[in-house]
């Protein structure tokens, strides 16, 4: 069992900073058709858009056809209860909401947008929301403090015919159901016996003390506890809904409730539980401690009075992360592809049992990295599923779906619920996910990592972020003015980071020894080798790695990439009968396509070119996409005819020999590789899709191509990606940002790039 200790770090100003960077705030606008010309402005507004409009007065129905309506939730809040932080007002609640929306982007490809109405008027607020019917497909109520909340859910409920889900009560219960239903079963409880006591009376805890009797907890057997302790029957001043909940019993405190208790559901305040009332809980306690941005207690803290616990928290740094994020894109997501009315109980139940199934059912090792590598064990540290796990969105939405069909709110029923799944995982683009999974796979075996040009701000500003996200420990090279180039980023502790100088580093002698034994016959005198470690930080850097003193290293912002390629070389040779060779990975919304080799071989030969296409096909892989390579060339299996084509030709009959487990083909122009429409005229073609997988016949067209499409194309770039030496270096370009630095670090780390 883990010490339940949390394994991301950030300061304050990094969070400012992360939110203020570029363009401020999270969300922006982005166009689905061309604007280009005036034709397309005519058709997307005036005179065209009138076809649309008098389609959709005719027929409200159309206006799913037509707009945006269909996959769009507000998200809306009045910030009278943001997160456990209290009544801030509505504007800075916005952060918060601007949050939720990218998140129903990033994990169920929901449109989503924030808005925050400055009202307390629970009456005033009703009216707002309601007028907002035609322009979204759902409503996502958030941090909207209790009373009010029940009252402003139960009338719009009441008044509008698309699905409208105060989060905090029903996403938080579906999460708290499942997780609560492993923990039992991993406990040996059976949910009728079990003692709880919740603490917190607000949104979240009466929907989740609602939900948990439904399930089967005896109303006798939870107490439930405000700010002035227990709800017990017959307390005076206590509203409707707390007093639902009213317990007979003689505890008047959180501290006597406890006595014995099996599960504690917090959903009040930091601090709230005492280490001391943990230690009286019944055997094997469960305790969710789901206050955010902090729990009740952390787990470090309940694992220390209780080593036998079940520790749960609202927090994606500690195990076990109960929080309506696992729920809330993907309940939506299914009830928006079946246009529902509502989302009723049943598809409320269904999310439940989908995400405490999933959690059960063994992890597949294509899904380990979402678990830092290794594929976790239903167990007490993985009682429910992580939010990044890729398998949610194919369950959960399909369950709220056929749950919605099967208790009659779907106004469009799925037909073919295995071609729905399908579509599900294709929404979303594997690379995203493989991204994420790799910064939790560094996180999970954080390396040292070796920033070889810690001179430069940019730099600076990646091993500061790398360090502060948890990824592992920065090596930083450069002179003596480093710590005060890092004060001057903010950094308090500059002296914590770990700064090798070669003028002075005690290494020098071993790593001139090093060197030395390498290079004496190829030229090189002793002296030559000493001012070699000493001043040129690519090959001080490299040596560290060589040496074992660092796992990784990342350079490239001060010199070209080849000049820097050729001193990394002079230490570290390729990885034993392997070519490196440079992946640039071309990511957009819906497909990612990798290119190859676009920085080192001029004129590969075809065995050099099978194997740039075996070992690029096995990172698309690793970054999560079945490889379709094509063997890139102006010619179009022979015509026009010349005589670049037979290296290609040969490539191809090499794979033919090794059997290779990956679709392949060639040769073929670029536009035959990625339109499905032209590989039609080629019925005998292999690929049973556009490539994602270039191969590139030469360095001059593959390093050009690269470059245009990084500095024109809509597409974002990772890379380039260096493959196949025998340490983990990578080159970024010179225009590198610190994000793209600490991603090329991170792949490097998690061993995705190699
Ligand atoms: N992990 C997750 O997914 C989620 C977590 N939460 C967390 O739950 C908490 C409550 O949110 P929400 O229900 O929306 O807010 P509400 O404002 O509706 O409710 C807050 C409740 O907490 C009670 N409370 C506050 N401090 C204490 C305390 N020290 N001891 C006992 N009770 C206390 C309040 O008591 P009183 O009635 O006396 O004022 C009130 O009943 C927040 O920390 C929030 O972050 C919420 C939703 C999802
Ligand atoms: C997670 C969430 O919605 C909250 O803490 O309010
Ligand atoms: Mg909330």
């Not at 787990?299 to 079940?310: K, L």
């Not at 957009?588 to 676009?598: K, P, R």
Request: aromatic share 6%; charged share 20%.
């Amino acid at each position: 069992m883990s010490d339940g200790s949390s394994n991301v770090q950030f300061s304050e100003r990094e969070a400012l900073l992360f939110h203020s960077a570029g363009r401020p705030g999270k969300i922006q606008i982005v166009a689905t058709k061309p604007m280009a010309t005036q034709r397309d402005l005519s058709l997307a507004y005036s005179p065209g858009v009138a076809v649309p409009v008098r389609a959709i007065a005719a027929d409200p129905d159309t206006a799913y056809d037509y707009t945006a309506k269909g996959n769009l939730v507000a998200v809306i809040s009045n910030g009278t209860a943001i997160l456990g932080l209290g009544d801030l007002g509505a504007l800075a609640s916005k952060p918060v909401m601007e949050g939720k929306a990218v998140l129903f982007k990033r994990f169920a490809d929901v449109d989503s947008i924030d808005i925050e109405l400055n009202t307390k008027d629970a009456q005033r607020f009703i009216e707002a929301v309601e007028l907002m019917e035609p322009t979204f497909g759902g409503i996502n109520l958030e941090d909207i403090a209790a009373p009010d909340c029940f009252i402003i859910e139960q009338a719009l409920r009441e008044k509008m015919n698309i699905p409208i889900m105060h989060d905090d009560q029903h996403g938080t219960a579906i999460i708290t159901a499942a997780g609560l239903i492993n923990a039992c079963h991993l406990t040996g409880r059976d949910m009728k016996d079990i003692k709880v006591v919740v603490n917190g009376a607000g949104a979240a805890a009466i929907a989740c003390t609602a939900l948990i009797k439904s399930m089967g907890v005896r109303h006798d057997n939870v107490i439930m506890c405000d700010r002035k302790g227990v709800i017990w029957q017959g307390r005076e001043g206590v509203d409707q809904w707390k007093s639902a909940h009213a317990a007979v019993t003689d505890h008047r405190t959180l501290n006597d409730a406890m006595e014995g208790a099996d599960v504690f559901l917090g959903l009040s305040a930091a601090g709230a539980l005492k280490p001391e009332m943990v230690r009286r809980m019944a055997d094997q306690p469960i305790i969710f401690a789901m206050a955010n941005p902090d729990p009740e207690i952390t787990p470090p803290e309940a694992m220390a009075a209780r080593p036998d616990a079940i520790v749960a928290t609202g927090r994606s740094d500690y195990p076990n992360q109960v929080n309506n994020v696992l729920g809330f894109p993907f309940i939506f997501r299914g009830a928006l592809d079946v246009r529902a009315t509502a989302i009723n109980e049943e598809m409320k139940i269904a999310a439940a049992e989908a995400l405490a199934g999933l959690a059960r059912e063994q992890v597949p090792e294509e899904v380990a990295l979402a678990y830092g590598g290794r594929a976790p064990r239903f167990g007490r540290d993985y009682i429910i599923p992580a939010p990044f796990d890729p398998r949610l969105m194919e369950v959960v939405p399909a369950a709220v779906a056929k749950a919605a069909m099967d208790s009659g709110v779907a106004r469009k029923p799925i037909l073919d619920m295995a071609a729905y799944r399908d579509s599900l995982r294709a929404r979303l683009n594997p690379t995203t996910a493989t991204l994420t999974l790799a910064y939790e796979a560094a996180r999970a075996h954080p390396k040292r990592v070796v920033f070889a040009e810690a001179e430069e701000e940019v730099v600076l500003r990646a091993a500061i972020q790398f360090r502060d996200g948890g990824y592992g420990t920065p090596v930083l090279v450069g002179r003596d003015e480093v710590p005060d180039k890092l004060r001057a980023l903010g950094v308090g502790d500059p002296d914590s980071f770990e700064l090798h100088n070669s003028r002075n580093s005690p290494l020098v002698g071993r790593m001139v020894d090093f060197l030395y034994e390498r290079l004496q016959r190829r030229g090189y005198l002793r002296r030559d080798i000493e001012l070699l470690v000493n001043q040129d930080r690519n090959i001080f850097g490299a040596l560290l790695v060589a040496l074992g003193e660092a796992d990784v290293m990342i350079t490239g912002v001060t010199r070209t990439y080849s000049q820097t390629l050729r001193q990394i070389r002079r230490v570290i040779d390729p990885a034993a009968g392997v070519t490196p060779f440079g992946i640039h990975v071309l990511v957009g919304q819906s497909h990612t396509v990798f290119m190859a080799d676009t920085t080192v071989n001029e004129r590969p030969t075809a065995l050099q070119l099978a194997d740039i296409a075996e070992r690029t096909a096995a990172v698309a892989r690793k970054m999560g996409h079945e490889p379709r390579v094509a063997f890139l060339s102006y010619s179009t299996f022979g015509n026009p005819s010349g005589n670049w084509l037979d290296s290609i030709r040969e490539a191809v009959a090499i794979l033919d020999a090794r059997g290779v487990s990956f679709e392949y083909e060639g040769e073929m122009a670029p536009d035959v590789a990625l339109n499905e429409k032209l590989q039609k005229n080629y019925p005998f073609m292999r690929l049973s899709g556009p490539a994602n997988v270039l191969v590139m016949p030469g360095l001059q067209s593959a390093n050009l191509s690269a470059k245009l499409l990084r500095e024109l194309g809509g597409d974002s770039v990772i890379g380039p990606m260096l493959v196949g030496l025998e340490k983990p270096v990578q080159i970024a370009t010179m225009s590198a940002t610190a994000s793209e630095l600490v991603t090329l670090a991170v792949l490097a780390a998690a061993g995705v790039a190699s």
